[in-house]
T-cell receptor, first 112, second 112 residues
C-alpha cells in the first residue's frame, strides 16, 4: 500500500535556527512528490514539485530535495512567518486517477 | 481573484440533516477533487472528477454524492449527516496529470 510518513509531527525553532523536515514514502512507482504549506483556516498552498531522485528546488528560505526513499524540506534561518503546517504528498504510478496521497504534516513554530 | 472558491466557509447542522457544499474554480482546469481533513490535519481523497466524469470514488459512504454540472464546478451533497462527518472539506483543481493541486480554503462542517 502506498504510504507517506512525515517527521517530526511538530517542530519548534528559534528565529534563525535552521532545520529540516522529513517525508519518507513507500510507493510502487513515484510519479511526483509535492510540498505544500498550510496556514490555520486556509487551504494547502503549493510550494514545490520534485519528479526524480537528485532533484532540488529552492524558494526563499526553503529548499526541497528528493532521494529514492525520502524528501527533505530544509529551512534556512527561519522567520516567525514561516510558522505553518508543511504537508508532503505523492502521486504514485499505480494510483487510479491522479489524486495525491498526503502525509500527516509537520507543524512548524518559529519564535522570535 | 480567488482561483478555487468554496461556499459556505462554515456549516453547523444537526444529525440527520442534508447539506451541500459548493465549489467553483476559474483556472480552466479539467480535474477537480474533494478531500476531507480530519481533526489531526490528515487530508484524505474522497472523489475526483475529470471534465464532469467521476474518476475516483474512494471508500466513502454513499450518503456523500458529488455532482459536477460543468468542469468548473464540483458540488458535494451529504445526506443524513452523522457526528463523524464533522471535518474540514477541501475542494481542489488540477491542470493536468502530475501537476500540483490548487486548493480552496475549505468548509468546516460541524455536526451536532
Amino acid at each position: 500500500e502506498d504510504q507517506v510518513t512525515q517527521s517530526p509531527e511538530a517542530l519548534r525553532l528559534q528565529e534563525g535556527e535552521s532545520s529540516s523536515l522529513n517525508c519518507s514514502y513507500t510507493v510502487s512507482g513515484l510519479r511526483g512528490l509535492f510540498w505544500y504549506r498550510q496556514d490555520p483556516g486556509k487551504g494547502p498552498e503549493f510550494l514545490f514539485t520534485l519528479y526524480s531522485a537528485g532533484e532540488e528546488k529552492e524558494k526563499e528560505r526553503l529548499k526541497a530535495t528528493l532521494t529514492k526513499k525520502e524528501s527533505f524540506l530544509h529551512i534556512t534561518a527561519p522567520k516567525p512567518e514561516d510558522s505553518a503546517t508543511y504537508l508532503c504528498a505523492v502521486q504514485a504510478r499505480d494510483q487510479a486517477g491522479t489524486a495525491l496521497i498526503f502525509g500527516k504534516g509537520t507543524t512548524l513554530s518559529v519564535s522570535s | 481573484d480567488t482561483a478555487v472558491s468554496q461556499t459556505p466557509k462554515y456549516l453547523v447542522t444537526q444529525m440527520g440533516n442534508d447539506k451541500s457544499i459548493k465549489c467553483e474554480q476559474n483556472l480552466g482546469h479539467d480535474t477537480m477533487y474533494w478531500y476531507k481533513q480530519d481533526s489531526k490535519k490528515f487530508l484524505k481523497i474522497m472523489f475526483s472528477y475529470n471534465n464532469k466524469e467521476l474518476i475516483i470514488n474512494e471508500t466513502v459512504p454513499n450518503r456523500f454524492s458529488p455532482k459536477s454540472p460543468d468542469k468548473a464546478h464540483l458540488n458535494l451533497h451529504i445526506n443524513s449527516l452523522e457526528l463523524g462527518d464533522s471535518a474540514v472539506y477541501f475542494c481542489a483543481s488540477q491542470r493536468a496529470d502530475n501537476s500540483p493541486l490548487h486548493f480552496g480554503n475549505g468548509t468546516r462542517l460541524t455536526v451536532t
